[in-house]
């Protein structure tokens, strides 16, 4: 993990300033050799998780959080190419629904966590309710750091209890962003991703960033670090998630299950 410490977010001293979206260095000089290389991580993370399933002991969330277009659909396409889709789920946070709203802000989100041997990747999460809530003002400064703490609380139990979480804020510029939203005005096969809202939501650029850095400052613990990943480069991104998150799954303690030794007296007949 030292190669990746330096995206990690030490809340003693940090900003985002600190991190250029454009930061490629995770990529060689070569495109042949990155892609290569992000094939090798995919296969060795499924090889992984295959054990994680079959133990059926640990649990894991991969937690990916950004701006609109900042690249959460493309992450979960590339990272997990290679994998047997058996203890892999995706919870999706959207809007909240009537009966979300009927409840509190993370009773949604407990109810997505995973089971023993799983791994479920989050795109947006419960930082939802710090975040865009705070940015629009529909909670005020004093309800918003209640809120961190009750994550912190919250992340803290479920670590307690076995999971093992990997939070991962993708940074991409506004330029870029203006980039990719234009692509989806432009390509007919990419019209399905465009939404006007994202438009009103990009006026608040500055607001949204200030509420991230805000958020990731209050909630990177011990328990459950945030890492800053810069996501201009697509490959880049890809790259450094696919090495965090192996890189977690190699700490894990997992193996495949010993066969009971009853066993060994059983035939297959003909």
């Not at 000089?29 to 090798?40: F, G, I, M, P, T």
């Not at 990916?64 to 047997?84: E, I, N, P, R, Y």
């Not at 803290?156 to 939070?167: A, D, P, V």
Request: with cysteine; glycine share 2%.
């Amino acid at each position: 993990m030292e190669k990746l410490e330096k995206y990690r977010v030490n809340p003693k001293k940090f900003s985002l300033k600190q991190y250029s979206p454009d930061d490629r260095s995770a990529r060689s000089e070569d495109k042949a050799q990155d892609l290569a290389e992000l094939a090798r991580l995919t296969e060795a993370i499924n090889a992984r998780q295959d054990i994680l399933h079959a133990e059926g002991k640990h649990k894991v969330v991969l937690l990916l959080q950004g701006m609109d277009t900042s690249g959460k659909d493309g992450t979960v396409k590339h990272v997990f190419s290679a994998c047997d889709p058996l203890g892999i789920r995706l919870a999706s946070f959207k809007a909240p629904s009537a009966d979300e709203l009927a409840h509190d802000y993370l009773w949604r989100v407990h109810a997505q966590v995973p089971a023993k041997g799983e791994l479920v990747i989050f795109n947006r999460s419960h930082y939802e309710d710090v975040l865009i809530v705070k940015v629009h003002g529909w909670i005020d400064e004093v309800e918003c750091k209640r809120r961190y703490q009750q994550i912190n609380d919250f992340e803290r139990m479920l670590t307690e209890t076995g999971t093992t979480l990997i939070k991962c804020f993708l940074h991409i510029s506004k330029e870029e962003q203006k980039e990719r939203l234009q692509e989806r005005l432009d390509e007919p096969t990419k019209h399905w991703k465009f939404n006007p809202k994202d438009l009103e939501e990009r006026a608040l650029w500055e607001d949204y960033m200030q509420a991230y850095e805000s958020a990731l400052q209050a909630t990177s613990t011990e328990h459950a670090p945030w890492y800053v990943i810069p996501a201009n480069s697509k490959t880049n991104r890809n790259l450094l998630i696919s090495r965090l998150l192996l890189e977690t799954l190699n700490q894990l303690p997992l193996a495949y299950p010993p066969k009971p030794k009853e066993w060994d007296a059983l035939k297959i007949k003909d």
